[in-house]
């Protein structure tokens, strides 16, 4: 299965029609894909930032990128930036 075809956390899909968009929060082995009105949502190149709790195993994802530095925490600990999936 080709990196395209995996479904990894993170990615993000848009729909030419209308714009919609929607992020993988969990990854898996099936082939992911995602229609809206009625055609295939494009893979966009840059996926979502995640961050992990390295105490609880928390997960937040990124969907839009602010100006300042990001610096979430859990459980009184910073959270983890994952590393993008190839």
């Not at 993000?12 to 714009?19: E, K, Q």
């Not at 968009?21 to 898996?28: D, G």
């Not at 390295?54 to 990124?62: I, K, N, S, W, Y």
Request: aromatic share 2%.
């Amino acid at each position: 299965m080709s990196p395209q075809q995996r479904n990894l956390t993170g990615q993000v899909y848009r729909c030419p029609v209308c714009g919609a968009e929607l992020s993988v929060i969990r990854r898996a082995q099936g082939a992911l894909a995602p229609r809206c009105c009625n055609t295939a949502m494009l893979l966009l190149p840059e996926p979502h930032a995640t961050y992990l709790c390295p105490v609880c195993g928390a997960e937040l994802m990124v969907i839009l990128e602010g100006a300042g530095p990001l610096a979430p925490r859990c459980c009184n600990t910073p959270m983890i930036r994952r590393k993008r999936a190839a």
